[in-house]
């Protein structure tokens, strides 16, 4: 049985990621076969007159799962982010990013094993922005009840089958009470009535974001609103490798969209010096996901395969130079597939 997933290589470093993503999963005989669509920059290069076709959201509804590269989104003037179009749209509610240690790539800390859980369709990413008067703007933070409420159902559900034991709500209910104060009120309330049994506590996240650098193994699950967990998931990059080595997922209740939480890093396009990694790892994700939702078990064994293979190309010192290597794109592609077997 095989799988159809939508790939989208997005901007920047995006096709190269992708490129090199694909030829590991083919190598590893996942069962995927993809349909590739843009969005981004990509998708006007491409003839469409649009940042997100239709055809490309039509295209996640119909299969369900994609794999998406980054999407170029101009600072300040410009065009609204394409990836918040996306997860609106698709009413990718939920983000988990997990951010791990990995063997072979020495940073400040060690035994990181932590997983970011992002609301991902409100908060200050509602793109409400008004001029008041001359010199004076107003940027909404929007927060519902139903959305603070499923992302908090979300996080202890995924809490419970993963048998994580604790999640943090990040928040500044102190000073945003009324926003950041639902989150926590609708967090807390689902820790009491359905999920007793996982821990749960609340911090300020200035406070929060001290504690995580100074012994990050004290947390587990991070649950936050969509611009915390923005910033949190960047720092929390940096203490396992960086961009180049954090993956990522945003879930609705149908569809799954797989990317990593790095952008297209204009800085090193076209070089062949991006780590294909975060997107590799997010592609594993996307195999476990399809695994659990289809009880395919060769998704479950190609994950498997490539975790074990891209572990041990890292325990080599096969890396790119992000993570202190000297192999490009394609060759830590190669040497994943080197590993594949053996
Ligand atoms: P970025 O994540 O693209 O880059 C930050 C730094 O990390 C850069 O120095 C870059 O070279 C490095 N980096 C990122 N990914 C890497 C990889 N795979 N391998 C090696 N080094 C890597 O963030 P930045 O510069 O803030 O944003 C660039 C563009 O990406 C912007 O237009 C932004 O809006 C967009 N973006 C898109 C995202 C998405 O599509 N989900 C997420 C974040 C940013």
Same mark, same amino acid.
């Given at each position: 049985?095989?799988?159809?997933?939508?790939?989208?290589?997005?901007?920047?470093?995006?096709?190269? &990621?992708?490129?090199?993503?694909?030829?590991?999963?083919?190598? #590893?005989?996942?069962?995927?076969?993809?349909?590739?669509?843009?969005?981004?920059?990509?998708?006007? #290069?491409?003839?469409?007159?649009?940042?997100?076709?239709?055809?490309?959201?039509?295209?996640?509804?119909?299969?369900?799962?994609?794999?998406?590269? $980054?999407?170029?989104?101009?600072?300040?003037?410009?065009?609204?982010?394409?990836?918040?179009?996306?997860?609106?749209?698709?009413?990718?509610?939920?983000?988990?990013?997990?951010?791990?240690?990995?063997?072979?790539?020495?940073?400040?800390?060690?035994?990181?094993?932590?997983?970011?859980?992002?609301?991902?369709?409100?908060?200050?990413?509602?793109?409400?922005?008004?001029?008041?008067?001359?010199?004076?703007?107003? !940027?909404?933070?929007?927060?519902?009840?139903?959305?603070?409420?499923?992302?908090?159902?979300?996080?202890?559900?995924?809490?419970?089958?993963?048998?994580?034991?604790?999640?943090?709500?990040?928040?500044?209910?102190?000073?945003?009470?009324?926003?950041?104060?639902?989150?926590?009120?609708?967090?807390?309330?689902?820790? /009491?009535?359905?999920?007793?049994?996982?821990?749960?506590?609340?911090?300020?996240?200035?406070?929060?974001?001290?504690?995580?650098?100074?012994?990050?193994?004290?947390?587990?699950?991070?649950?936050?609103?969509?611009?915390?967990?923005?910033? &949190? !998931?960047?720092?929390?990059?940096?203490?396992?490798?960086?961009?180049?080595?954090?993956?990522? #997922?945003?879930?609705?209740?149908?569809?799954?969209?797989?990317?990593?939480?790095?952008?297209?890093? $204009?800085?090193?396009?076209?070089?062949?010096?991006?780590?294909?990694?975060?997107?590799?790892?997010?592609?594993?994700?996307?195999?476990?996901?399809?695994?659990?939702?289809?009880?395919?078990? #060769?998704?479950?064994?190609?994950?498997?395969?490539?975790?074990?293979?891209?572990?041990?190309?890292?325990?080599?010192?096969?890396?790119?130079?992000?993570?202190?290597?000297?192999?490009?794109? /394609?060759?830590?592609?190669?040497?994943?597939?080197?590993?594949?077997?053996?």
């Amino acid at each position: 049985m095989s799988h159809t997933v939508v790939m989208i290589p997005g901007d920047g470093i995006g096709p190269e &990621v992708s490129r090199a993503v694909r030829l590991i999963l083919a190598a #590893a005989d996942a069962p995927l076969e993809f349909v590739e669509h843009h969005a981004g920059e990509a998708a006007l #290069a491409a003839g469409h007159n649009e940042l997100l076709p239709k055809e490309t959201v039509e295209a996640i509804r119909q299969y369900k799962y994609a794999l998406k590269g $980054p999407c170029t989104t101009p600072v300040g003037g410009g065009f609204r982010s394409v990836n918040v179009a996306l997860r609106k749209t698709l009413k990718l509610y939920a983000a988990v990013r997990p951010v791990r240690s990995l063997p072979g790539v020495k940073t400040r800390y060690e035994n990181v094993d932590l997983v970011i859980v992002r609301e991902n369709t409100e908060g200050l990413y509602s793109g409400v922005e008004n001029d008041i008067t001359d010199g004076v703007v107003c !940027s909404m933070k929007v927060a519902t009840r139903p959305a603070c409420h499923r992302i908090a159902m979300w996080a202890f559900r995924y809490a419970t089958h993963r048998q994580r034991t604790k999640i943090t709500a990040f928040h500044k209910a102190n000073i945003m009470k009324m926003s950041d104060g639902m989150f926590i009120e609708e967090s807390r309330k689902v820790h /009491e009535r359905d999920y007793p049994n996982i821990k749960y506590n609340e911090m300020i996240i200035d406070a929060a974001c001290m504690r995580l650098v100074q012994d990050p193994t004290q947390f587990d699950i991070l649950l936050c609103e969509n611009l915390y967990g923005d910033i &949190v !998931s960047d720092l929390c990059a940096g203490m396992v490798g960086g961009l180049g080595a954090t993956p990522g #997922a945003n879930f609705g209740d149908t569809e799954a969209v797989f990317e990593a939480v790095h952008g297209s890093a $204009p800085d090193i396009a076209g070089q062949d010096k991006a780590n294909p990694l975060a997107l590799l790892m997010s592609a594993t994700m996307m195999l476990n996901h399809i695994h659990t939702s289809e009880a395919d078990e #060769a998704c479950a064994k190609a994950a498997l395969k490539i975790k074990n293979a891209y572990n041990s190309a890292l325990h080599d010192g096969k890396t790119t130079g992000d993570l202190g290597g000297e192999l490009g794109t /394609e060759g830590f592609a190669q040497a994943v597939i080197e590993r594949l077997n053996g």
